[in-house]
Structures are given as structure tokens and as C-alpha cells.
């Protein structure tokens, strides 16, 4: 299910200067190809119905839809309901030049690679965002808004998306999460929540169902 894009910009840094454009943080379903209904893992519990190994389609995808899109937490799936990619999904395809694996199965390995990579890049980024209501001191200001630049670079690929997932970025954030909380405890709230940096890649948490219903 397609919701507005989170675009509103960081405005002017402290230094004058503009902050990047930032991408669209925002699920788009109709945009993607059920990568989340494939790369993540499922666990059998109060979430989801079924154990799914990550890497593999859930047996509800058809085409690229969830056939109990519906119906997802009557027939045991809330936490599929509840699942957002934050906009992972939808750049992940069109950085592989909106490619479906349905076609060409060749590509869905590489496309899951840099959807765990921009998941990373963009629950960073949302975190960073919402670090920017908070008012922060001049010094923690600065270090934001440089998080955000470095995660936002003019031209993402695939590659780039890799190296700024697994180096030094979210590590960094981390640090400068922690720093604000020690101080700010409105903060911990919007941090405390496991990022897909931090764990393995598990699906436990909000999906708005990665049906692309208009792709099936
Ligand atoms: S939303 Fe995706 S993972 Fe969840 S039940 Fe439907 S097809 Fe499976």
C-alpha cells in the first residue's frame, strides 16, 4: 500500500549549507516486487502462521501480491500488516532498473542484497530524521546532519549501498544515538527499537505488505 513520500528536508545546516535530497523513506508496495514477502525471514509464533526461511517466497505471494492481503492478521499474519520498509523496497527495484524476478530470476539475489542494504541506510535515516525534531545542541546538530549527508550521497547504487551499510556509518549513528539518549530521554523511545543493523534479518516487525497489488 503506497503512502506519501517523506521528503521534507532537513533545511540549512549550521554551516549555511543545504543537506541533501533525501529519498523517498516511505513504503511503496505498487512499486516494488514483494522483496520483503521473499528476503525476510518468518517465524512461527504470534506474528505469523508459518516458518519462511529468508531467501525464499511466502506461499500467500501471487504474482507480486499476497493473495490474504485482506485478511492478514485473521489468517495469522499481523506482523505482516505491521511491517514497513521504509522505502527499501521500491529504490532496491529501481536501482536494479525495476527488474522482477518473476522474469528473470537471475536478478533476485543481488535485488535482496541491496534491500537489506538500503534497509539499514533508510531506518538510519528515519532515526536521524526524527533526532532533527529534538533540539539538540549545536555539536550533536552538526553530527547529524553529517549521518544524514554521508547515508544520502548524490548518486546511490547498489555498491554504494553496500559500502555504506556494512562500514563505518552505522556505527557512527549508533555512537550518536546513544550520546542523545544519555541526555535526552524523548529520544529513546523513536531509538530503542532494533534496526535491521543491529540484528539479523528477521520480519519482526510492521509490514504494510509488500503485495504490490498493482504488479500481480
Ligand atoms: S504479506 Fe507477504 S509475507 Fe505476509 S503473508 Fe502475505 S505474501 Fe506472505
Redo the contacts with the bound molecule.
Keep these: 500500500m503506497a503512502r506519501p513520500a517523506a521528503r521534507s528536508g532537513p533545511g540549512p545546516a549550521p554551516d549555511g549549507g543545504d543537506q541533501p535530497d533525501l529519498p523517498d523513506l516511505a513504503a511503496d508496495c505498487a512499486a516494488c516486487v514483494?522483496l520483503?514477502?521473499i528476503g525476510?525471514a518468518?517465524d512461527k509464533g504470534a506474528d505469523?502462521a508459518i516458518d519462511?526461511p529468508a531467501g525464499t517466497?511466502?506461499?500467500?505471494?501471487s504474482g507480486h501480491?499476497?493473495?490474504?492481503?485482506a485478511d492478514?492478521a485473521n489468517?495469522g499474519?499481523p506482523?505482516?500488516?505491521r511491517?514497513d520498509c521504509e522505502g527499501a523496497g521500491q529504490r532496491s527495484v529501481a536501482l536494479h532498473g525495476g527488474a522482477s524476478w518473476r522474469d528473470d530470476p537471475d536478478v533476485l539475489s543481488p535485488m535482496l542484497d541491496t534491500f537489506s542494504h538500503l534497509r539499514r541506510i533508510h531506518e538510519l535515516l528515519n532515526l536521524l530524521l526524527a533526532a532533527g525534531r529534538l533540539p539538540l545542541e549545536p555539536d550533536h546538530e552538526h553530527e547529524r546532519r553529517l549521518l544524514v549527508a554521508a547515508l544520502c550521497p548524490q548518486e546511490m547504487t547498489s555498491g554504494l549501498a553496500a559500502t555504506l551499510a556494512t562500514g563505518p556509518i552505522p556505527g557512527r549513528a549508533r555512537a550518536f544515538f546513544r550520546d542523545l539518549r544519555r541526555g535526552m530521554q524523548p529520544l529513546r523511545a523513536a531509538t530503542d527499537r532494533p534496526t535491521s543493523s543491529q540484528g539479523p534479518t528477521r520480519?519482526r516487525a510492521p509490514?504494510q505488505?509488500?503485495?504490490a497489488k498493482s504488479r500481480t
Design positions: 514483494a520483503c514477502c525476510l518468518l505469523f519462511k517466497p511466502c506461499p500467500n505471494l501480491a499476497c493473495r490474504i492481503h492478514l489468517r499474519f506482523g505482516c500488516a511491517y520480519r509490514c505488505s509488500p503485495q
